[in-house]
């Protein structure tokens, strides 16, 4: 399973960006991909993930300000993140969820997003 996200870059405090990832590999067998993110000195959290359902959860500080999308033709999820804020700065990682009795993660290499205020 591989994981190639873009997207991320260095914008200003209420602007927005848009992080694309695409999964290619043994992913048929899916759960969920979605979005997790890593400010300095902080552990991992989850911004936003999709599960092979559709059903969408978010974390508290994305509700109202991102939107996470999939698109299964392309076996590529979005997130389009607005209204950013300088707190929103941090590494972001792709990840997908595969196998059906055996759950397994899979991240992608992390794209950077620096918001300036």
């Known amino acids: 399973v591989q994981l190639q996200a873009s997207g991320g870059g260095l914008v200003q405090a209420g602007g927005s960006l848009r992080l694309s990832c695409t999964a290619s590999?043994?992913?048929?067998?899916?759960?969920?991909m979605g979005w997790y993110r890593q400010a300095p000195g902080k552990q991992r959290e989850l911004v936003a993930a999709?599960?092979?359902?559709?059903?969408?959860d978010y974390a508290d500080f994305a509700k109202g300000r991102f939107a996470i999308s999939r698109d299964s033709t392309k076996n590529t999820v979005y997130l389009q993140m607005n209204s950013l804020v300088p707190e929103d700065t941090g590494v972001y990682y792709c990840?997908?969820?595969?196998?059906?009795?055996?759950?397994?993660?899979?991240w992608g290499q992390g794209t950077q997003v620096t918001v300036s205020s």
């Open positions: 999709i599960t092979r359902g559709s059903r969408i």
């Open positions: 990840n997908i969820n595969v196998g059906r009795f055996v759950p397994t993660d899979y």
């Open positions: 590999g043994s992913i048929f067998s899916f759960n969920s």
